[in-house]
């Protein structure tokens, strides 16, 4: 089921559907390596931490923590082969900068997982008993904080992925996209990340009435949805 939640400026609901958003044809996206195969790595259960990665750079949490990339490490990624996991070392903040066109509606989409608790049990790879088993997640757009997101990973012996999607303004040439675990216990597992993907949507024929109605942000939420492993 999917639920839409209004998130900013207007005072008027209007869902998105009468604006004819489900129609949109799928533009490109502006995220670099927005399901973090780059750099690739070669077997299931390694990882890398490393700072920059191709597309994003890590913008806060402690000094030199970098970004950890997974391939199956202790759970399945959203799709492709990889994901990154925002608890690496420490707690973090990665961002990418996009270039992005003033007054443009852009259609900001990804998956959000905890940390599976047992992958797979005796792997090597559980989350040890003294560790946080809840993920939360920090979504900014421009600098300013558009949704904090939790997922409990108690139990879970794989992923569960969530996936979100947001409608957003560019109020600027350059626009930050950040996600973070800063409120996270700092104890190296935390939020999995995976599939981020920022397309335009096309206004003239599609969001007048958005755009004009000032509304910077729409959010719709489908829960539980099976991780695709390719």
């Known amino acids: 089921m999917i639920r839409i939640q209004q998130l900013a400026l207007a005072s ?5 559907a009468s604006l004819g958003v ?12 927005g399901g973090f195969e780059d750099p690739a790595l070669s077997t299931d259960g390694s990882f890398l931490i490393q700072n920059p990665i191709p597309g994003w750079t890590q913008t806060g949490g402690v000094a030199g923590a970098g970004i950890e990339i997974q391939r199956r490490a202790a759970g399945d990624p959203y799709e492709g082969k990889q994901l990154t996991e925002l608890d690496g070392k420490s707690v973090t903040e990665i961002s990418q900068d996009l270039a992005t066109v003033i007054g443009q509606v852009y259609k900001l989409k990804f998956a959000f997982s905890a940390r599976p608790e047992n992958w797979p049990p005796n792997s090597g790879n559980a989350t040890p008993g003294g560790a946080s088993k809840l993920s939360i997640m920090n979504v900014s757009w421009g600098g300013t904080l558009i949704d904090t997101l939790t997922k409990d990973g108690t139990g879970l012996s794989n992923t569960d992925w969530s996936v979100y999607t947001y409608f957003l303004k560019a109020t600027s040439k350059t626009t930050r996209l950040s996600f973070g675990n800063l409120t996270e216990p700092s104890d190296s597992y935390g939020s999995y990340l995976d ?36």
């Open 12 to 16: 008027t609901a209007i869902t998105l």
């Open 195 to 230: 599939d981020v993907n920022v397309t335009a949507v096309p206004t003239p024929a599609l969001l007048p009435g958005l755009v004009g109605m000032g509304i910077g942000l729409f959010r719709k939420r489908k829960n539980q949805l099976d991780a695709v492993a390719k």
């Open 22 to 33: 489900g129609n949109v044809a799928q533009a490109a996206s502006i995220v670099i390596n």
